[in-house]
């Protein structure tokens, strides 16, 4: 019975799937979610497709908060970079295959800017650097008139790509599905390389890592960048999704949302996105269920329940914080541990 694995070379070490089992149940995970159009309401699909852009923004957040140690509370401020560059992108008439990719550059670029305090500012006061981007990045959304619609926000214009029509939402479903794909081989591959051990070093010790060569402006400006480009994919996905886009559609308390996304989910491990995204909407949809239950069984009392999902999620961040701070990922990894060595003790 195998109770562990052994590597002899490095390359075996840092393979992406260690054994022949994990690729079998990926590939019927995979296979599940493409037949999901087949199985799913439209309201599931609708929410499948929301938890995919979730999850190509909290890939991005991970890698800079959880590989990299570099705090962000505007992140949703950067999906609206990327909304509004798509949408007008497309509303000039350019190609969304084109507006998809020069969203994720633009909003890389704006996250360069926004990332330059990051060499002299850490933790608290890094934390408050990107607070005023968010609110520097909303202001100018709702003061550009000209160019964003202002507070009433603009329409954006169905994309297609080939013979997919994203106003379809079987179709925006499958472009997020492949899009979730490729960001997770991309991170993957990022962690892998020279650059996620430089990233995971300045995380850890930053003067050790600039003792031994790590250059600490330039990792931390491309963690700032590729996190960036991930937000602004997703924004261009979000955009197509919501049909309609407004300065409220990426508030600060979203940037709070994707950041206990993380948290939850365990900063520091690509799976993390995944459980960090599954709980949160999981949890959100049965609070939606039991808000309404109680306001139509209790409508005398309906302002103790309004903000029953801020109170509940409020407790939920401070239990993981306390009790499971690395989050669902490592909880995973040690039960799947556990069985590996079951029913043995040592």
């Known amino acids: 019975m195998p109770a562990g694995l052994f590597h ?3 390359q075996s070490d840092e393979r992406i799937f260690q054994t022949w089992f994990v690729k079998i149940w990926l590939i019927i995970f995979l296979l599940l979610l493409a037949l999901m159009p087949l199985l799913a309401s439209p309201y599931m699909l609708s929410n499948m497709t929301e938890v995919g852009i979730a999850i190509i923004a909290c890939h991005g957040l991970n890698l800079l908060t959880g590989f990299t140690g570099q705090i962000s509370l505007g992140h949703a401020a ?3 970079v990327g909304a509004y560059t798509s949408s007008i992108l497309l509303a000039h008439g350019i190609p969304f295959a084109a507006a998809l990719p020069i969203a994720g550059a633009v909003t890389a670029l704006i996250g360069m800017i926004f990332g330059i305090p990051s060499l002299r500012l850490r933790g ?6 990107t607070i005023a981007a968010q609110f520097i990045i909303e202001f100018t959304i709702r003061r550009w008139d000209s160019l964003t619609g202002g507070v009433d926000g603009m329409f954006v214009e169905p994309a297609t790509i080939g013979p997919l029509h994203f106003n379809d939402r079987t179709h925006l479903y499958y472009l ?3 899009m979730v794909v ?3 081989i991309v991170i993957k591959n990022i962690i892998r390389a020279r650059s996620g051990r430089a990233f995971v070093a300045i995380r850890d010790r930053y003067l050790a890592a600039e003792v031994i060569g790590v250059n600490l402006f330039k990792y931390r400006l491309m963690s700032f960048a590729i996190a960036s480009f991930f937000a602004g994919v997703a924004g261009a996905l979000m955009a ?4 309609v886009i407004t300065h409220e559609s990426f508030t600060i308390h979203q940037s709070i949302d994707y950041l ?3 948290i939850i989910g365990g900063l520091g491990h690509i799976t993390g996105a995944f459980f960090g995204v599954a709980f949160w909407f999981i949890l959100e949809r049965i609070l939606e269920v039991t808000t309404t239950t109680l306001i139509s069984s209790y409508p005398d ?3 103790w329940f309004v903000s029953l999902r801020e109170i509940v999620f409020g407790f939920v961040i401070i239990f993981f914080l306390i009790f499971e701070p690395d989050g669902l990922a490592a909880r995973w990894r040690t039960i799947r541990s556990y069985w590996k060595l079951w029913p043995f003790s040592y």
């Open 124 to 129: 608290l006061y890094l934390a408050m650097a």
């Open 182 to 184: 490729i960001a997770t």
């Open 176 to 178: 997020t599905f492949v």
């Open 301 to 303: 009392h309906i302002t």
């Open 260 to 262: 206990a996304m993380c």
């Open 8 to 10: 002899e070379t490095y």
């Open 240 to 243: 197509q999704y919501l049909e």
């Open 78 to 80: 950067f999906l609206g």
